[in-house]
């Protein structure tokens, strides 16, 4: 058994479910262009960029638009997704989710997000566990999006914590990948048929605590 002395969450789809506000925006935004959107596409977006979000949908609807009005576009969609997070409230936190955090920083176990999102730092505080975070890595620290491993080693980076000694809580293929790129052991939170690859999937932090991730990755 490995030693783990630091753990690094993604945000979307393993501390909080912001998918459906994103799909709404999306849609929101899909529906003005005339491009069907639906939340099987929307599978398609997790973890991914805003700019390569855009360009997917774009894709579905056989678009293209010069960069100057897709950064309109992106920053529209981003306007009514904003509306959504100022009304979130703290109590939207995934299950289970700020007693496993706080269980971590008892132990002495650097917490670190790592997240493709630019208003990770936003939702945080709506949810108002911001201070259980040693460092936060978002999309507006890194350049390179995930599966490139940027992120992931960014954050170890800022716990001083090597790769090999880190855990990446991933609910996306592209953030299972850059936890793999980097080095680090990941746990799929999600379905094991999706997370195939992970070092070990759990549907969620209800019932998991930090003894059982030192006795089964
Ligand atoms: P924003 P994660 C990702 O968050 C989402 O999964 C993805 O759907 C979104 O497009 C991306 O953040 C960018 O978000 O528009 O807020 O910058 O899963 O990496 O925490
Ligand atoms: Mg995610």
């Given at each position: 058994?490995?030693?783990?002395?630091?753990?690094?969450?993604?945000?979307?789809?393993?501390?909080?479910?912001t998918?459906?506000?994103?799909f709404?925006?999306?849609?929101?935004?899909?529906?003005?262009?005339?491009?069907?959107?639906?939340?099987?596409?929307?599978?398609?977006?997790?973890?991914?960029?805003?700019?390569?979000?855009?360009?997917?949908?774009?894709?579905?609807?056989?678009?293209?638009?010069?960069?100057e009005a897709?950064?309109?576009?992106?920053?529209?969609?981003?306007?009514?997704?904003l509306?959504?997070?100022?009304?979130?409230?703290?109590?939207?936190?995934?299950?289970?989710?700020?007693?496993?955090?706080?269980?971590?920083r008892?132990?002495?176990i650097?917490?670190?997000?790592?997240?493709?999102?630019?208003?990770?730092?936003?939702?945080?505080?709506?949810?108002?566990?911001e201070?259980l975070?040693?460092?936060i890595?978002?999309?507006?620290?890194?350049?390179?999006?995930?599966?490139?491993?940027?992120?992931f080693?960014?954050?170890?980076?800022?716990?001083?914590?090597?790769?090999?000694?880190?855990?990446?809580?991933e609910?996306?293929?592209?953030?299972?990948?850059?936890?793999?790129n980097?080095?680090?052991?990941?746990?799929?939170?999600?379905?094991?048929?999706?997370?195939?690859?992970?070092?070990?999937?759990i549907?969620?932090?209800?019932?998991?605590?930090p003894?059982?991730?030192?006795?089964k990755?």
């Amino acid at each position: 058994m490995k030693k783990i002395t630091a753990c690094l969450f993604d945000l979307d789809g393993v501390l909080v479910d912001t998918a459906k506000y994103h799909f709404l925006a999306w849609k929101e935004l899909a529906d003005e262009l005339g491009i069907e959107f639906t939340e099987t596409h929307n599978e398609l977006l997790k973890g991914v960029s805003r700019m390569d979000s855009l360009d997917i949908i774009l894709n579905l609807g056989k678009m293209d638009l010069p960069q100057e009005a897709k950064d309109e576009l992106a920053a529209k969609k981003n306007r009514v997704y904003l509306e959504y997070i100022l009304k979130m409230k703290e109590d939207e936190i995934l299950p289970g989710v700020k007693e496993f955090l706080m269980d971590l920083r008892n132990q002495k176990i650097g917490v670190a997000l790592g997240s493709a999102s630019k208003n990770a730092q936003l939702i945080l505080q709506r949810l108002q566990i911001e201070n259980l975070f040693d460092a936060i890595i978002d999309g507006t620290k890194v350049s390179k999006a995930k599966p490139d491993p940027e992120v992931f080693l960014k954050g170890a980076e800022a716990l001083s914590a090597k790769p090999e000694e880190c855990v990446v809580f991933e609910d996306a293929i592209a953030g299972l990948e850059a936890a793999l790129n980097a080095g680090m052991r990941c746990v799929g939170v999600g379905s094991p048929e999706t997370l195939h690859r992970a070092n070990l999937v759990i549907s969620g932090f209800d019932d998991f605590h930090p003894e059982d991730l030192l006795q089964k990755i």
